[in-house]
């Protein structure tokens, strides 16, 4: 005999950090008591059988002793992962007839189902809600966990649900589930280290400035001890609040990887990602044999810090390439290809030897020539290339170490880096770029207009060979963010001699 009951449940599927579409359709058929789920499903998605039965058993449910068939389409898109638990079991004892259905069509279903019949927080819910609200979706049901996080997209209603029987309460009407209401973010401040504790470094600080409003990558090279991680953990104190799209995809990937924080909302202050130097290149730049997202990515629109850098394999370090000039990375397999984004700010810090101390003129440097150069080939020409400021951290006299009149804060410097970026703003209102380290050399010559006295010092570095061509084009984008610093239109022989400076590599 053929089917009694067949029941359409929506769901989605999370592929990278976007969300697609996904319908949940069962089948409850006469025959000899079955269950299977068909549509390209991983093991995860196959164990939710014993999950499902055990969960409606044991929330006091009737589960059909038929041949039950559930397909998950599209059949040729692969569903990951235990987020299908709660709309395939809802399809289930929906499919039975016992239950009224009526607003089911125009709502979406996700989450993972515990024994007992508690639903469990899944990852990508702010995607997925996302899509929804794209889709047309009216209504979402999610776990209590990731309500915060889904209810921070308008034009969606969500519902945090807890246990499956409070979902069949919902839609028979006799205890409705309240709808989730997003919570305002929280005001946003200084965690860390403030540039008036770090001693002296002017220069350093002067570097570190012009990359936080320009969104620069930066290289600090000294001697142990001169404070070169000191800066660059106090560098997140001085960078502006995430705008609204950018806390939108910082949250979308930090919920897809699974390290957003339970029950919160959007992500308002910028990442800080530091991995260890004997991280993979997978961990770095992302992988797998389903795709996730790597440290490039956790840190997008934040600030990724490679601490000793010449300590990370240099296998590792060249996957680095692809994303510092692309913004994204872009991770092909057989089941599919997935882009992340990962347009990061990258600061590292590095020794000038093995020792230390080869610059530094008070201790003697013990390390051979040859030492010397298999240390410094370690990091390739190319990828040196791609930082836009090198900057020299010497050793400090000991008077300005101890007598030193405090230095400028990072309240301070940061009022002037959210200033140069309202000036990147206006520029950029008809493109999708947000700091001048994304411009493109198609608009160069629009975007940054260098005065006569200005190109004159750009011809000498380019004809005495001090500049390759990607060096000159860093050049012209660190005086453009120079001059918005300043508040000034062009850019001037000032603002090209400061942004040289910070070329020391070419």
Known sequence: ??????????????????????EVET???????????????DISVKESRDRIRAAIKNSGLPFPRTRITVNLAPADLKKAGPLYDLPIALSLLLAQGAY????????????ELALDGSVRPIRGALAIALMAKDRGVKRLFVPKENAQEAASVP????????????????????????RSEAKPPPTFSTIGLD????????????????????GHNVLLKGPPGTGKTMLARAFPSILPPLSVSESLEATSIASVAG????????????PFRSPHHSCSAVSLVGGGAWPKPGEVSLSHRGVLFLDELPEFSRFVLEHLRQPIEDGEVTISRAAASVKFPARFTLIASMNPCPCGFATDPKKHCTCSPNKLALYQKKISGPLLDRFDLII???????????YEDPAEGSEELRGRVVSARECQSRRFINSSYITNSEIPASKLKAWC????????LIEIALEKNLLSARGYTRVCKIARTIADLAGEEQITKFHIAEALQFRSQD
């Open 392 to 402: 020299e951290v010497p050793n400090l006299e000991g008077n300005k170490l101890l």
């Open 259 to 270: 390290i957003l924080p339970v029950e919160h909302g959007l992500i308002t202050e910028r």
């Open 1 to 22: 005999m053929g089917s009694f009951y067949m029941q359409y449940i929506k769901s989605a599927a999370l592929i990278g950090i976007e969300a697609l579409p996904v």
């Open 100 to 111: 009224s259905h009526a607003a089911v069509d125009t709502s979406l279903f996700i989450g």
């Open 195 to 214: 540039f008036k504790d770090v001693k002296g470094q002017e220069l350093a600080k002067r570097g570190l400035e012009i990359a936080a409003a320009g």
């Open 449 to 456: 207009t260098v005065e006569p006295e200005g190109m004159k």
């Open 27 to 41: 089948d409850i058929a006469f025959g000899l008591s079955s269950f299977n789920i068909v549509g390209l499903p």
């Open 155 to 178: 034009n969606v209603e969500v519902f945090a649900v807890q246990s499956l029987s409070s979902i069949i309460e919902h839609l028979k009407g006799t205890a409705p589930l309240e």
